[in-house]
């Protein structure tokens, strides 16, 4: 199996620190607002990462955390006039219900900032009792200079860093490239420290709470390329100057969403947030139907398609499932055996090994469906159904695409057979009726 490691610019064979264990983290939202569907690529992707992992009999130990002290969320609270710890919980809440619709798995660790503020402050001590941070005023800023290789993740020389926009001018700090540990302030939500009353930056409470949960470099560190430069560089930064690692062994970064080309943002206005798109398991569809590092773009014209690819996906599988149900012949734990459907199953898995090639993954699912309507046309061999119907879930299951075909009742094969019968006895009028409670229940 190959991941795209962004560390070292290339494809690695992929080997985890301890046999069969992924040590995995990826960055949570800013809990301040809805997440948009732009934010929901990295959160389906990761869970698809997690879903093959775990197929592969991995156990994954996989956390993300809540950032809920952020200027944005005190700036927010001050202007709504709801405390701080209230307004996150809130959009934490929200999160999670994205999350379900989304059908990714919410049972991971889910650390929050405001939990781990001793753990934040005592690593940012440590920092400066080491001699890579210094505080000035109240106010505490890592030493970038004593970083040999700082700028090795986003390949930035570091005069590109300092002319870049992103760093901020500060008359204060030894270099322009230091970035804040502790900011001194008595606004919002603030907690006391060595340094001052205050609050912490951003980019240090991955690598705290990293530490804390995991104790040690983990496999995987995971997040969207925009957070590359400067969080990820200055989280390296740190675990670098504090364990002499790179945080993770494998830095993966997902392409960013884009709306009609351009950037979603609040101030443009062209933002979807997911709890009002209609359309859950087609844009989950959508985000994994392009690899991962790629752009992707979003239009409504463009997503159509998907909506009627879903739509395909959604009835053939119950179609199979009704099909094999209602005449009672689901085996379940059936052994493949047919040679195109084992085909597929291996163009799928070797996409997934190829750095989760989900666009090609796909391409076999939909490999399968063809291979499903065919049998089902021709109503032949039970034991291929049963194989499709195999198949047709593990792919299912891997890219968390959830379909809801309710088991078959009794009462339900009942009907089945007394439409079957009416047929066969030309007994049109009442196999009409039969056959509309069938569609009805959508059996047919
Ligand atoms: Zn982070």
Known sequence: MKIYNSYTDSLEEFKTFHPKQVNMYVCGPTVYNFIHIGNARPVVFFDTVRRYLESKDYKVKFVSNFTDVDDKIIQKSLEENIPELQLSGYYIEAFLNDLEALNCKTDYIKPKVTEYMQHIIDYIKNLVDMGYAYEINGDVYFRVSKIRDYGALSNREIDDLISGSRVEVNELKENPLDFTLWKKTETGLNFDSPFSVGRPGWHTE??????????????????????????HENEIAQAKATHNHRVANYWMHNGRLDMKDIKMSKSLGNVIFVK?????????????????????????ESFAMYIKEWEKLENTYKSLFYKLDIIDELVKGTKVSNQDILDEIKNFNDAMDNDFNTANAITALQGILKITNLNLRKNNNQKILNELFVALNYMVSILGFKIDANPVTDKDRDTYKKWQDARKNKEFDKADEYRKALIEKGIL
Not at 217 to 231: M, V
Not at 276 to 298: C, G, I, Q, V, W
């Open 206 to 231: 991955c690598v705290a709470m990293i530490d804390d949960i995991f104790g040690e470099e983990i496999d995987i560190h995971g997040g969207g390329t925009d957070l590359k430069f400067p969080h």
């Open 276 to 300: 009002d798109f209609e359309y859950k398991m087609p844009l989950r569809y959508f985000l994994l139907s392009t690899h991962y590092r790629a752009p992707l773009n979003y239009s409504e």
